[in-house]
Nanobody, 131 residues
Framework: QVHLMESGGGSVQPGGSLRLSCAAS????????IGWFRKAPGKEREGVGT????????AYADSVKGRFTISQDNSRNTVYLEMNNLKPEDTAMYSC????????????????????????WGQGTQVTVSS
């Protein structure tokens, strides 16, 4: 079982930046998929992007490409979501999730249609973009 803890949310003005962290603990293994998701009030949960440990490969939703970056720290236990040029429509509760190591990198990139592979979720951190 993997335990995930997000942090770094807050309120920023449009055009601002935030960096979210997802700290993983427990039976993380060496190769697995971490996804970032967000849910705004009245909307369905949306995949933001993924990072695959072991390869370092990433995938992003079209709505955040060029603005958001997912990376890991040197200790391999934390994944970051760097968010730049934030827009009001980015306002949401952001959560990270981990998939079983049984799912490989190729499936990790198909997170938007394979959300069922994520079986460990953090509690989420709120991001509000408003002037």
């Amino acid at each position: 079982q993997v335990h995930l803890m997000e942090s770094g949310g807050g309120s920023v003005q449009p055009g601002g930046s935030l960096r979210l962290s997802c700290a993983a603990s427990g039976d993380t293994g060496t190769s697995y998929c971490i996804g970032w998701f967000r849910k705004a009030p009245g909307k369905e949960r949306e995949g933001v992007g993924t990072f695959y440990f072991g390869e370092g490969s990433t995938a992003y939703a079209d709505s955040v490409k060029g603005r958001f970056t997912i990376s890991q720290d040197n200790s391999r236990n934390t994944v970051y979501l760097e968010m730049n040029n934030l827009k009001p429509e980015d306002t949401a509760m952001y959560s990270c999730a981990a998939a079983s190591p049984l799912w490989g990198a190729s499936v990790c990139k198909m997170y938007s249609t394979h959300m069922h592979i994520f079986d460990s979720w953090g509690q989420g951190t709120q991001v509000t973009v408003s002037s």
